[in-house]
């Protein structure tokens, strides 16, 4: 079945500390891949994307995912946290017309 | 540039009564379009998506539908809605080649 799997409900960090948010696919084929965040009562802003090429791939507002197909992950990076950063996560895999959708992970930066 | 637009942006509806939602993409033809529901604490829950005008597909059994009357609108509705309806739907948009999809501000509804 095809699924993503994001295991960190709630992570919290220090600001200017590193963040990794984890996320593992089921998926038949190497699925397309992406990173959303969502700040509170917002919609789904895309951070950065993967298909095909270089496995690290650089996003906005400073983030990075690397794919690495032997562990069927791709997490999320993040070297200096901001406390804007502070919003929920959500990692989703797919094709066209079928994204899958992690249950996200909950982002929370204390000072 | 591509926008894409949702209202209402909150709403109160009792049970029982109709329900309708809108969605429109400006600056793009023919695009894909979504709709999903993400409840309190979940991820999100694809309901419906339509490639092209009139053309819808379901993705999950249940009192709503979903119209596309025009290429770039897309509209939810209810006929009778249901406490569980509650939650935050958002609507989205992928170019009918790409993957990657954007999303409305969404729609906060609530089922008294």
């Known amino acids: 079945a095809q699924s993503v799997t994001q295991p960190d409900i709630h992570i919290t960090v220090s600001e200017g500390a590193s963040l990794e948010l984890r996320c593992n696919y089921s998926?038949?084929?190497?699925?397309?891949l992406f990173w959303y965040v969502q700040s509170p009562g917002q919609g789904l802003q895309l951070l950065l994307k993967?298909?095909?090429?270089?496995?690290l791939v650089q996003g906005i507002k400073g983030f990075e995912a690397e794919f690495k197909r032997s562990q069927s992950s791709f997490n999320l990076r993040k070297p200096s946290v901001h406390w804007s950063d502070a919003a929920e996560y959500f990692c989703?895999?797919?094709?066209?017309?079928?994204?899958?959708f992690g249950t996200g992970t909950r982002l929370t930066v204390i000072p | 540039s591509q926008t894409i637009h949702q209202w209402p942006a909150t709403l109160v509806q009792p049970v029982g009564s109709p329900l309708s939602l809108e969605c429109t993409v400006e600056?793009?033809?023919?695009?894909?379009l979504y709709w999903y529901r993400q409840a309190a604490g979940r991820g999100l829950q694809l309901l419906f998506y339509?490639?092209?005008?009139?053309?819808i597909s379901s993705e999950v059994p249940q009192n709503l539908s979903a119209s596309r009357p025009q290429d770039r609108q897309f509209i939810l509705s209810s006929k009778k809605l249901l406490l569980s309806d509650s939650g935050f739907y958002l609507c989205?948009?992928?170019?009918?080649?790409?993957?990657?999809?954007?999303f409305g501000p969404g729609t906060r509804l609530t089922v008294t």
């Open positions: 989205a948009w992928s170019e009918i080649t790409r993957s990657e999809q954007y």
């Open positions: 998926y038949g084929a190497t699925p397309y």
């Open positions: 993967y298909f095909s090429g270089d496995t």
């Open positions: 989703a895999a797919g094709g066209a017309n079928n994204l899958f």
């Open positions: 600056g793009t033809s023919n695009p894909n």
């Open positions: 339509s490639v092209g005008i009139g053309q």
